[in-house]
């Protein structure tokens, strides 16, 4: 394949309603990370799954939030329901390990998923 | 706690002028620093990383332990290197190691 794949592109919703975002990594890479990307907040770290250890969940804003990544491979993003401030781009990336387990520090990312809350 | 902190949201410079995108640190061990670049309707992709001790497109950065620094320096800018660009850190390699960002800076080059 070729590189992250995110869906939805785009989503709108309504407040109060609950959004599932998808991503699939590019195949074989052990680290999958997600980030939301607003206009003055930067790029928020959200969550991080590395390989099959317990993923840190340090980033997660609320228990709104909650985020699973099934057989090692593709992670969803679950946001309960939302909120206006909500609104951003999620961005998925996934990054590959070294021989050794060592992570590269070299993230690809998705084109993202752009989610708008009514 | 890692941090990242770039103080300048946008930055506006003419062609030909130098660049320098500021980046500070807060990291209580041995830090890995990145800088990553989106252009416009482009992926956010990784730019450099201090490690490789590499120029690409033109820009270096050095990473300062005295300062708690890593700016990111192109002495002559293009109009193709607008863009935004992204300081992160991240702890030594290996497992565990989240990649976290600082909120950005805007890189305009003005003809």
């Known amino acids: 394949g070729a590189g992250v794949s995110q869906s939805p592109s785009n989503k709108v919703t309504e407040k109060g309603k609950d959004v599932e975002l998808r991503c699939d990594p590019i195949s074989g890479h052990t680290a999958l990370y997600w980030y939301r990307q607003s206009l003055g907040q930067g790029l928020e770290f959200l969550i991080y799954f590395q390989g099959n250890s317990a993923p840190d969940k340090s980033g997660l804003p609320s228990d709104r939030f909650s985020a699973e990544r099934t057989g090692g491979s593709v992670s969803t993003l679950t946001i309960q329901r939302t909120q206006q401030e909500d609104s951003a781009v999620y961005l998925c990336?996934?990054?590959?390990?070294?021989?050794?387990?060592?992570?590269?520090?070299?993230?690809?990312f998705g084109e993202g998923s752009r989610l708008t809350v009514l | 706690a890692q941090r990242v902190t770039q103080p300048e949201k946008l930055l506006s410079v003419f062609k030909g002028a130098p660049v320098e995108l500021k980046c500070n640190y807060s990291?209580?061990?041995?830090?890995?620093l990145f800088w990553y670049v989106q252009y416009s309707r482009q992926r956010l992709q990784l730019l450099l990383r201090?490690?490789s001790r590499e120029s690409i497109k033109g820009f270096t950065a050095d990473l300062n332990k005295g300062e708690t620094s890593f700016h990111l320096k192109k002495p002559f800018a293009q109009e193709e290197d607008s863009a935004m660009y992204y300081c992160a850190l991240s702890g030594p390699s290996g497992y565990g190691n989240k990649l976290v960002f600082g909120a950005g800076t805007i890189l305009r080059v003005k003809s």
């Open positions: 990291y209580s061990g041995s830090p890995e």
């Open positions: 990336a996934s990054s590959p390990r070294l021989a050794g387990g060592a992570n590269t520090g070299e993230l690809f």
């Open positions: 201090h490690i």
